[in-house]
């Protein structure tokens, strides 16, 4: 197994860091806001935006998929070597 080096580490600290400072940001957002009611229309409002959200996001990657599949990819990379079918 490789050792991290200096520049990796440094990295990963300040990834860490942002993680701990934006878990802390929520927290302080959350904890404020939570006297706040939200009343039945901003609850279908967040029900739909969740719904439509997460129809748009799966739909882009079943064509996404279907793309790769299809083998319509291919064609818009001209530095691709032509290969034979990947061996399984």
Do not use: Y
């Given at each position: 197994?490789?050792?991290?080096?200096?520049?990796?580490?440094?990295?990963?600290?300040?990834?860490?860091?942002?993680?701990?400072?934006?878990?802390?940001?929520?927290?302080?957002v959350w904890n404020?806001?939570?006297?706040?009611?939200?009343?039945?229309?901003?609850?279908?409002?967040?029900?739909?935006?969740?719904?439509?959200?997460?129809?748009?996001?799966?739909?882009?990657?079943?064509?996404?998929?279907?793309?790769?599949?299809?083998?319509?990819?291919?064609?818009?990379?001209?530095?691709?070597?032509?290969?034979?079918?990947?061996?399984?």
């Amino acid at each position: 197994m490789r050792t991290l080096g200096a520049g990796q580490i440094a990295l990963i600290l300040v990834l860490m860091a942002l993680l701990i400072l934006t878990g802390v940001w929520a927290t302080t957002v959350w904890n404020a806001t939570g006297d706040v009611v939200m009343d039945r229309h901003g609850w279908i409002a967040l029900g739909l935006g969740t719904f439509f959200s997460l129809l748009v996001g799966c739909g882009l990657m079943a064509l996404m998929f279907f793309s790769s599949r299809s083998g319509h990819d291919e064609a818009a990379d001209p530095f691709r070597k032509n290969q034979g079918p990947p061996a399984e």
